[in-house]
């Protein structure tokens, strides 16, 4: 399989710093996003990974390490509004293109 | 530029019964996908079209899902009979090209099954 593992849940203060965690299997890999999924709401796309390093979006970062699989997203400056599912998606060579999701995690910003 | 276009959002109905989703992709974009969401989980594909054409539909549950996209625009997915385990929304997404990887989603419609 692919498996895509994600931490369920977590939580950060307003202001703080929070990185969420992104492992897979790397035989095959070809590209990593990051989405946002509010309550109720559609997935919304952060960002893409290809190659090693940081790639950083405003306060919103993303990493990845093609021989280790894995890969995080960073989130600076925590506001209310980031409380909110992000799912990890992997692409594979194997799968046409298409993006096997991890099962997210939810992450709680408290005042 | 209009999203991603979905209906109905919310629907209930028993077991046994069916139950049909349509959804409208952002115009110009030649790949549509439906993923099932269950609650607590990540999206699982069911079927990706290319224009009007079939790409995947090997995680479709073929005994009780079906799907089209006649004229390679606009989409429905039906299940028939549905099943408690059913329960779940079902999301449209399209991209430009089926290269990108960047989706673009609908709001989903949210199934209940009682």
């Known amino acids: 399989g692919q498996n895509i593992d994600q931490p369920t849940e977590m939580t950060a203060t307003e202001g703080a710093i929070v990185q969420i965690n992104c492992t897979y299997q790397?035989?095959?890999?070809?590209?990593l996003f990051w989405y946002q999924q509010h309550a109720g709401e559609a997935p919304t796309f952060l960002s893409y990974?290809?190659?090693?390093g940081l790639e950083e979006k405003g306060r919103f970062s993303s990493f990845l390490s093609r021989s280790k699989g894995y890969s995080y997203l960073l989130l600076k400056e925590l506001q209310m509004k980031d409380s909110a599912s992000y799912l990890c998606a992997v692409r594979y060579n194997t799968n046409a293109g298409k993006s096997t999701f991890g099962d997210g995690t939810t992450l709680t910003v408290k005042p | 530029e209009a999203g991603v276009a979905q209906s109905p959002r919310y629907k209930i109905i028993e077991k046994r019964q069916s139950v049909a989703f349509w959804c409208n992709p952002i115009?110009?974009?030649?790949?549509l996908y439906w993923y099932q969401q269950i609650l607590g989980q990540g999206p699982k594909l069911l079927i990706q079209?290319?224009?009007?054409?079939?790409?995947?539909d090997s995680q479709l549950p073929k005994d009780r899902f079906s799907a089209e996209r006649l004229k390679g625009v606009d989409s429905t997915l039906k299940i028939q009979p549905a099943k408690l385990e059913d329960s779940a929304v079902y999301l449209c997404a399209s991209d430009p090209t089926g290269n990108t990887g960047e989706l673009f989603f609908g709001e989903g419609s949210r199934l209940t099954v009682l």
């Open positions: 790397t035989s095959g890999f070809n590209g």
């Open positions: 079209f290319q224009n009007n054409g079939v790409v995947d």
């Open positions: 990974n290809v190659l090693d």
């Open positions: 115009s110009g974009h030649a790949t």
